[in-house]
Nanobody, 123 residues
């Protein structure tokens, strides 16, 4: 099992920045990729960004490309999502996820999920 704990959410004004973190513990040696997903009220969960554990390859949703940056610190078993130029439509609960598979934006490929952290962007 892999346990994931997110932190760093909060309230920010439009145009601002915020960084969220996700610390993994447990059988982290089995993880090949980690990612961030988000779910806004009344909407389905959507992919945001992912990073591979080996090589640090990254993958982004078009809606956040150029504004969000995903990174990892393997020594700390932690990934980060730096979010810049935030928009009200970025408001959502952000979930960290881990996969034993190669990097992907498909939520079904992620077997481990955190509890989520709320980001609210005010206009």
């Amino acid at each position: 099992q892999v346990q994931l704990v997110e932190s760093g959410g909060g309230l920010v004004q439009a145009g601002g920045s915020l960084r969220v973190s996700c610390a993994a513990s447990g059988r982290t040696f089995s993880v090949n990729s980690m990612g961030w997903f988000r779910q806004a009220p009344g909407k389905e969960r959507e992919f945001v960004a992912a990073v591979s554990q080996i090589g640090g390859r990254t993958y982004y949703a078009d809606s956040v490309k150029g504004r969000f940056t995903i990174s990892r610190d393997n020594a700390k078993n932690t990934i980060y999502l730096q979010m810049n130029s935030l928009k009200p439509e970025d408001t959502a609960v952000y979930y960290c996820a881990a996969s034993t598979r190669l990097i992907t934006g498909n939520a079904d490929s992620y077997g481990y999920w955190g509890q989520g952290t709320q980001l609210t962007v005010s206009s």
